[in-house]
Protein backbone atom coordinates (compact mmCIF):
# COMPACT_ATOMS: atom_id res chain seq x y z
CA UNK A 1 0.00 0.00 0.00
CA UNK A 2 0.92 3.53 0.36
CA UNK A 3 1.35 5.62 3.18
CA UNK A 4 1.39 9.34 3.54
CA UNK A 5 2.36 12.00 6.17
CA UNK A 6 1.05 15.16 5.32
CA UNK A 7 2.12 18.40 6.91
CA UNK A 8 1.62 22.35 5.89
CA UNK A 9 -1.53 23.11 6.63
CA UNK A 10 -3.00 26.17 8.96
CA UNK A 11 -4.79 28.88 9.22
CA UNK A 12 -3.65 32.88 7.07
CA UNK A 13 -4.69 35.82 6.25
CA UNK A 14 -5.18 36.44 2.50
CA UNK A 15 -2.48 37.17 0.52
CA UNK A 16 -0.22 35.39 3.10
CA UNK A 17 1.39 32.11 1.88
CA UNK A 18 1.73 27.99 3.20
CA UNK A 19 3.60 25.39 2.16
CA UNK A 20 1.70 22.02 2.33
CA UNK A 21 3.99 19.08 2.08
CA UNK A 22 3.13 14.88 1.24
CA UNK A 23 6.06 12.54 2.12
CA UNK A 24 5.03 8.65 0.57
CA UNK A 25 6.23 5.38 1.31
CA UNK A 26 5.24 1.73 1.39
CA UNK A 27 5.75 -1.56 -0.50
CA UNK A 28 3.48 -0.37 -3.01
CA UNK A 29 4.94 3.20 -3.75
CA UNK A 30 8.40 1.55 -3.43
CA UNK A 31 8.12 -1.05 -5.58
CA UNK A 32 5.83 0.31 -8.56
CA UNK A 33 5.02 3.89 -8.67
CA UNK A 34 8.77 5.69 -7.44
CA UNK A 35 10.38 7.10 -10.18
CA UNK A 36 8.25 6.06 -12.60
CA UNK A 37 4.85 7.91 -12.39
CA UNK A 38 3.49 11.03 -11.29
CA UNK A 39 2.11 12.80 -8.05
CA UNK A 40 -0.80 15.62 -7.78
CA UNK A 41 -2.76 17.94 -5.13
CA UNK A 42 -6.07 18.09 -4.60
CA UNK A 43 -8.36 20.00 -2.94
CA UNK A 44 -12.26 19.49 -1.18
CA UNK A 45 -14.31 22.22 -0.34
CA UNK A 46 -17.70 21.72 1.94
CA UNK A 47 -20.69 20.40 -0.20
CA UNK A 48 -18.29 20.50 -3.33
CA UNK A 49 -16.50 18.13 -5.64
CA UNK A 50 -13.05 17.04 -5.36
CA UNK A 51 -11.16 19.19 -7.90
CA UNK A 52 -7.02 18.66 -9.38
CA UNK A 53 -4.42 21.37 -7.95
CA UNK A 54 -1.53 20.82 -9.38
CA UNK A 55 0.05 17.68 -11.01
CA UNK A 56 3.27 16.47 -11.39
CA UNK A 57 4.88 13.97 -13.35
CA UNK A 58 7.82 11.84 -13.11
CA UNK A 59 9.88 14.41 -15.66
CA UNK A 60 8.96 17.39 -13.48
CA UNK A 61 6.05 18.08 -15.97
CA UNK A 62 3.33 20.45 -14.35
CA UNK A 63 -0.26 20.73 -15.01
CA UNK A 64 -2.03 23.41 -12.96
CA UNK A 65 -6.23 24.43 -12.10
CA UNK A 66 -6.63 27.84 -13.55
CA UNK A 67 -7.25 29.34 -10.35
CA UNK A 68 -4.28 28.83 -8.84
CA UNK A 69 -1.81 29.65 -11.72
CA UNK A 70 0.86 31.84 -11.13
CA UNK A 71 0.23 31.64 -6.88
CA UNK A 72 0.66 28.06 -6.69
CA UNK A 73 3.87 26.03 -7.67
CA UNK A 74 3.99 22.01 -7.57
CA UNK A 75 7.36 20.18 -6.80
CA UNK A 76 8.98 16.77 -5.40
CA UNK A 77 12.26 15.89 -4.05
CA UNK A 78 12.66 12.45 -5.18
CA UNK A 79 14.95 11.24 -2.27
CA UNK A 80 13.24 12.04 0.02
CA UNK A 81 9.90 10.65 -1.63
CA UNK A 82 8.31 14.13 -0.71
CA UNK A 83 6.03 16.18 -2.68
CA UNK A 84 5.25 19.68 -2.30
CA UNK A 85 2.63 22.99 -2.99
CA UNK A 86 3.85 26.50 -2.33
CA UNK A 87 1.06 28.43 -2.31
CA UNK A 88 1.10 32.14 -2.74
CA UNK A 89 -0.94 35.02 -2.39
CA UNK A 90 -3.96 32.63 -1.05
CA UNK A 91 -7.52 33.93 -1.30
CA UNK A 92 -10.77 32.86 1.06
CA UNK A 93 -11.73 30.63 -1.82
CA UNK A 94 -8.54 28.47 -1.70
CA UNK A 95 -9.88 27.32 2.05
CA UNK A 96 -10.16 23.44 1.89
CA UNK A 97 -8.77 20.34 2.60
CA UNK A 98 -5.76 19.27 0.62
CA UNK A 99 -4.65 16.05 -0.03
CA UNK A 100 -2.26 14.11 -2.05
CA UNK A 101 -2.50 11.37 -4.51
CA UNK A 102 -0.12 9.32 -7.03
CA UNK A 103 -0.69 8.56 -10.26
CA UNK A 104 -2.34 5.01 -10.37
CA UNK A 105 -1.74 2.74 -13.68
CA UNK A 106 -4.64 0.50 -14.01
CA UNK A 107 -3.60 -2.63 -12.43
CA UNK A 108 -2.46 -0.96 -9.46
CA UNK A 109 -5.67 0.88 -8.51
CA UNK A 110 -7.38 0.99 -5.32
CA UNK A 111 -10.45 2.74 -3.38
CA UNK A 112 -11.86 5.97 -4.98
CA UNK A 113 -9.86 7.37 -7.68
CA UNK A 114 -10.33 10.57 -10.09
CA UNK A 115 -8.95 11.51 -13.49
CA UNK A 116 -7.16 14.60 -13.94
CA UNK A 117 -5.47 15.51 -17.07
CA UNK A 118 -5.77 12.53 -18.83
CA UNK A 119 -4.41 10.71 -15.81
CA UNK A 120 -6.14 8.47 -12.94
CA UNK A 121 -5.17 9.31 -9.26
CA UNK A 122 -5.54 7.13 -6.41
CA UNK A 123 -4.46 6.41 -2.49
CA UNK A 124 -5.37 9.26 -1.18
CA UNK A 125 -3.35 10.95 2.19
CA UNK A 126 -5.60 11.85 5.07
CA UNK A 127 -5.77 15.67 4.08
CA UNK A 128 -4.55 19.02 5.65
CA UNK A 129 -7.04 21.65 5.90
CA UNK A 130 -6.36 25.29 4.68
CA UNK A 131 -8.04 28.41 5.78
CA UNK A 132 -7.42 31.50 4.61
CA UNK A 133 -9.63 34.61 6.22
CA UNK A 134 -10.65 37.61 4.70
Known amino acids: QVQWVESGGGSVQAGGSLRLSCAASGYLYNEYIKNKYGMGWFRQQPGKEREGVAV???????NYADSVKGRFTISQDNAKNTLYLQMNNLKPEDTAMYSCAIETPPDLVSGPTQLMWGREFSYWGQGTQVTVSS
Open 56 to 62: IDVDGNT
